[in-house]
C-alpha cells in the first residue's frame, strides 16, 4: 500500500513542480519582452528630447513644431514610467516617433537637414498627405493647408489618426484636428471641413464620407492601425546637428480658439 501512495504524492510533487518552473519561465519571458520594449521605447526617447533641448525655433513654423515635439517627450516620458506591458511600452514609443517628426518639421522649417528616417508611424500612410496649397472659408474665417510651412501655415501635423479618423500630413494655418485629440470625438462640422479643404487633393485617397467613417483608403489600416509599433527601425546613426537651448514659444497651437467648430 505503501508503494503506490508514495508513487503518486511524488507524481503530484513532479507535476507541481513542472508547472511552477513553466509558469516561472513565463514570467521571465514576459519580464524580458517588456524590458527589451521598453528599452526601445527609451532609445526613441532619448533621441527626441536630445533634439528638443537643443534646438531653438526661428519662425513661427519651427517653434510651434517644436513645442509639439517637447510635449511629445514629456507625454512619452510619463508614458514609459508607468508601462506595464509590451504593448504600453510600444505607445510610448509611437509618442516619441510623433516628437520626432516635429522635429523634422521643425528642422525643414529651419532650412536644415532634416536627419536621417523615422519610422512609419501607425495609420499614417493611409491618411495622406497635403500635395498643394489650399485656402477655404469655413464658418466666417480662413483654413489653410500647405505641403509646406509657410506664414499663414505654421502648425504641422505628421499624418495618422486622431479618434479614429486619418489627418493628413501637412502644415496647416491652425490645428483643426486640436479639438477631437482633446476631447476624443469629432463634431459634424469636420466633416465639411475635411470636404472643403482635401476634395480632389492628389495626395489624400478618400473622400468626407469615408473621413466621417473612419475608413480612410483602407490599403493599410490592419497592418498599421492594429497595434503597430511604428515600423518598429532604428534612426539611423546621424545627429541632427546643431542649435543651442531655449525655450519652444509656448506651444498655443496658433493662437485660435477654433471658432464655431462644432466639435
Known amino acids: 500500500m505503501m508503494a503506490p501512495m508514495f508513487m503518486l504524492v511524488l507524481v503530484v510533487v513532479v507535476v507541481i513542480g513542472i508547472v511552477l518552473l513553466s509558469q516561472r519561465r513565463t514570467s521571465t519571458r514576459a519580464g524580458e519582452s517588456l524590458d527589451d520594449a521598453k528599452a526601445d521605447a527609451r532609445q526613441a526617447i532619448e533621441r527626441l528630447g536630445g533634439q528638443v533641448y537643443l534646438l531653438v525655433g526661428d519662425s513661427p513654423a519651427a517653434r510651434q513644431a517644436l513645442a509639439d515635439a517637447s510635449e511629445r517627450h514629456t507625454a512619452a516620458g510619463s508614458q514609459i514610467d508607468q508601462a506595464a506591458s509590451p504593448a504600453q511600452a510600444r505607445l510610448a514609443k509611437q509618442t516619441a516617433i510623433e516628437g520626432l517628426y516635429y522635429i523634422r518639421a521643425a528642422r525643414t522649417a529651419m532650412n536644415m537637414d532634416p536627419g536621417p528616417p523615422i519610422p512609419e508611424l501607425d495609420g499614417q500612410r493611409s491618411a495622406g498627405a497635403v500635395t498643394e496649397a489650399r485656402t477655404v472659408d469655413f464658418e466666417g474665417r480662413q483654413v489653410e493647408a500647405s505641403p509646406k510651412p509657410t506664414e499663414a501655415t505654421p502648425n504641422y501635423y505628421p499624418g495618422g489618426r486622431v479618434a479614429g479618423r486619418p489627418v493628413p500630413a501637412g502644415w496647416y494655418s491652425e490645428p483643426w484636428w486640436k479639438p477631437a485629440l482633446v476631447a476624443g470625438a469629432w463634431g459634424i462640422g469636420s ?35 492594429a497595434g503597430g509599433d511604428g515600423g518598429g527601425g ?26 464655431g467648430f462644432d466639435f
Open 191 to 225: 466633416m465639411f471641413l475635411f470636404s472643403a479643404l482635401f476634395s480632389g487633393m492628389s495626395g489624400v485617397n478618400y473622400d468626407a464620407q469615408s473621413f466621417a467613417s473612419g475608413a480612410g483608403d483602407g490599403s493599410d489600416a490592419a497592418a498599421l492601425d
Open 234 to 259: 532604428d534612426y539611423g546613426d546621424g545627429d541632427y546637428g546643431d542649435g543651442g537651448g531655449g525655450d519652444f514659444g509656448g506651444g498655443d497651437f496658433g493662437g485660435g480658439d477654433f471658432g
